[in-house]
Each structure stands twice: as C-alpha cells, then as structure tokens.
C-alpha cells in the first residue's frame, strides 16, 4: 500500500520508527522499496553525491525533475519526496509554489522538501494550501552552508536550540508534515520530537527521532570524498563495485570476456555466403 502523509501520522502516533534513505534513479528505488524503506527523498545532495559538486547550491530545477522522475517510475508503495533546489523558494512565495507544482507534475513526486524555519513558512503555507505536502528541514540546512561557515552541528547554545524548537513548532503550524532535523544534538533532537505532532526524521540527530535518514551513497561506502561522524556504513560496496571493475579489466584485457556464453550465434551457412 501507498505510503503517504498519513502513513508518517500514523507511524508517529503509534511509536513505529519511520525509515527513509535519498535515492536518484530507478534501479535503486526499485530496491529500496523491495527492502520496505518508508519514503525516499530525492535530495539535492545528487549535487554532491552524483553530480561530483562541493556543495548543493548549482543545482536546479530541471535536475531535481530529472532525477526524481527516474526515482518516481521505479516506487509504487513508497512515498516520493524531491527537495526544492537551492533559490526556487526563497525569493517569492508565488515561485516557490509553482516550483513545488513542477517537482509534483514533472517530477512526479508526492511531497517536496525545503530547508528553514520560521522564514520560510509562508511559503510552507502557500504550498500545502495547493495541495502539496512540504516536509521542513532544520538545524545544518545544507543549502545555507556558507551562511554557517562549513558543515556544523547546529543548536548547541541556549539561544539556537531555543530558535530550533520555536522554528520547528513554527513550521509544524505553516502545515508542514514531517521535519528533517540534521546534525542536531541528540537531547535537542528529543525534546523537539516530544514537542512536536508531526515525525521529525533525523540525520546526525540521534535516536530519539521519529525515523532515520541517510544518503544511500554513504551507508553503502560508495562515497569516499569525506565521511560525516553520523554516517554508518551497512555495507563496503564501493570496494565490491572497485574489484569487480577491476575483474572485467582483467578478462577484457585478456580476451577471456566474452566467451561463448555471453555471445550470439549466426548459422555457419550464411556466415560462408558473407566469405
Ligand atoms: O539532500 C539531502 O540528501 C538531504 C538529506 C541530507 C536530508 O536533504
């Protein structure tokens, strides 16, 4: 069954951890859904993690369309969720909802993701009320990393971790269905998800959340370029993927690839006739 907005109520209000992983093509929707992730978030950190970017901030519209109609084909039961790129909010409320309506007709995503707090919830409420669900991201808002001077843990004063709860219960109120919290101190992260209605999901924000996200890259291994401290590996595919690159090198090199199994016949007759 399909899962959406009101699945993530439904899993709050019953204590049911919700799982969520970014995805950016239909190979790998199809196996996320297949292993029961609740929703998949095409993240603008295709920037980063396909894109080969130092940060999220070049990437467009026409990419998050691109990559999450790729993901959209491949997710029947999982829900669908494409992040607004950096500036297709910011600046107007009007384009940030037309925005919103391309990444649901072109995209073809079931909710859009953007990054704020208390600032953007006009556009949070301008957006729902077309009918598009927005789920909120606080704490290290990557689209805001040079106003943060790098990637930092966000919320660690008094003052931040009391903006980040006023911010979320802000957000909460604009409409917003969930709220990503990200490198946010795991006690912070708690109090949020005890004051909240809607589920918050974390990355780098502890147990205590409502459900878990990561990028699919890092919990596989296959992104080497720097590794957060909240980012488990499940798996070494990089080094998987590395050796059987290397494999094929080997036997194409070698001429021991193909051989007749992975090659097609032709009658011998017509082969003398072509002599
Ligand atoms: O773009 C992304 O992948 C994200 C997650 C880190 C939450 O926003």
Do not use: W
């Not at 101190?185 to 809607?198: E, G, R, S, Y």
């Amino acid at each position: 069954m399909k899962n959406t907005v009101a699945t993530f109520a439904k899993m709050k209000a019953q204590g049911e951890k919700i799982s969520m992983l970014t995805c950016y093509d239909y190979s790998t929707a199809k196996l996320e859904e297949a292993a029961g992730i609740n929703a998949v978030l095409v993240g603008d950190s295709l920037g980063n993690v396909m894109l080969g970017l130092p940060d999220t901030l070049s990437v467009t519209m026409e990419d998050m369309i691109t990559f999450g109609r790729a993901v959209s084909r491949g997710c029947h039961d999982t829900m669908v969720v494409i992040d607004m790129p950096f500036m297709s909010y910011q600046v107007s409320i009007e384009q940030a909802v037309m925005n919103a309506g391309r990444l649901m007709k072109e995209g073809r995503g079931n909710a859009v993701k953007l990054e704020g707090g208390a600032t953007v919830c006009p556009q949070i409420k301008a957006i729902t009320s077309a009918g598009i669900p927005v789920m909120a991201h606080l704490g290290m808002t990557p689209q805001s990393v040079n106003a943060f001077g790098g990637n930092r843990v966000q919320g660690k004063s008094e003052e931040a971790a009391r903006q980040m709860i006023e911010d979320a219960l802000a957000v909460q109120a604009a409409g917003a269905f969930a709220v990503v919290l990200e490198c946010v101190p795991a006690k912070l992260a708690a109090l949020i998800t005890a004051k909240l209605d809607i589920p918050t999901i974390g990355i780098g924000a502890g147990e205590g959340c409502d459900g878990q996200i990561l990028v699919y890259q890092d919990m596989l291994g296959l992104f080497s370029d720097y590794t957060p401290k909240f980012v488990k590996h499940f798996a070494e595919l990089g080094e998987k993927m590395q050796a059987a690159f290397k494999a094929y090198d080997e036997e194409v090199k070698a001429g021991t690839f193909p051989d007749a199994s992975h090659s097609f016949k032709i009658d011998d007759d017509v082969m003398e006739r072509l002599y």
